[in-house]
T-cell receptor, first 110, second 115 residues
Framework: TQLLEQSPQFLSIQEGENLTVYCNSS?????LQWYRQEPGEGPVLLVT?????EVKKLKRLTFQFGDARKDSSLHITAAQPGDTGLYLC??????????FGSGTRLQVQP | NAGVMQNPRHLVRRRGQEARLRCSPM?????VYWYRQLPEEGLKFMVY????????ESGMPKERFSAEFPKEGPSILRIQQVVRGDSAAYFC?????????????FGPGTRLTVT
């Protein structure tokens, strides 16, 4: 059974601070996706990484896939209140079910 | 709106009733996945379907739950004789016939409350 562990579970920071969220597994995935979910809504895909060591940037968000394709991180620079939400990582294994982490709930205080 | 559509958004059922959840995938997508999310938790896979075929139902309870994706019309997740433990958010996702990177796109979900 593939498992993904996310840390931290909860994070409350002030506007302007930087933060990093981690997603770790003992299993290898063919891809790693990051989603953000707002209350009452479905997860929205932020990025997909597929190559070990890959780094992708989306404005103030930087995503990295570990060299061994077992872990990933999401770094947010100068967080803003609009970044508040539940961040989910999900491992893919080729057109099959995604394995989700339990999520990191981020709150950015103005 | 070309996104994944789910209805109803909210569904209230009494114990013992049936719940039917509908999902229309994105245009051009032929793969549908159903996930369940309990409060403050991640999503748990239930079933993966292509048109008229169940590909993987390893995450779906053996009893009371069934899913279909007919040739015409939306995918349906059916829960018979609901119990309080079925209360959760149910999400549908879709992907194209040949996804490049395992990407799945999610609908807004159906929140099921069993009273």
């Amino acid at each position: 059974t593939q498992l993904l562990e996310q840390s931290p579970q909860f994070l409350s920071i002030q506007e302007g601070e930087n933060l990093t969220v981690y997603c770790n597994s003992s299993s290898v995935f063919s891809s790693l996706q990051w989603y953000r979910q707002e209350p009452g809504e479905g997860p929205v895909l932020l990025v997909t990484v597929v190559t070990g060591g890959e780094v992708k940037k989306l404005k103030r968000l930087t995503f990295q896939f570990g060299d061994a394709r077992k872990d990933s991180s999401l770094h947010i620079t100068a967080a803003q209140p609009g970044d508040t939400g539940l961040y989910l990582c999900a491992g893919g294994a080729g057109r099959r079910a995604l394995t989700f982490g339990s999520g990191t709930r981020l709150q950015v205080q103005p | 709106n070309a996104g994944v559509m789910q209805n109803p958004r909210h569904l209230v059922r009494r114990r013992g009733q049936e719940a039917r959840l509908r999902c229309s995938p994105m245009k051009g997508h032929s793969h549908v996945y159903w996930y369940r999310q309990l409060p403050e938790e991640g999503l748990k896979f239930m079933v993966y379907l292509q048109k008229e075929n169940i590909i993987d139902e390893s995450g779906m309870p053996k009893e009371r739950f069934s899913a279909e994706f007919p040739k015409e019309g939306p995918s349906i997740l059916r829960i018979q004789q609901v119990v309080r433990g079925d209360s959760a958010a149910y999400f549908c996702a879709s992907s194209p016939p040949a996804p490049l990177r395992d990407e799945q796109y999610f609908g807004p979900g159906t929140r099921l409350t069993v009273t």
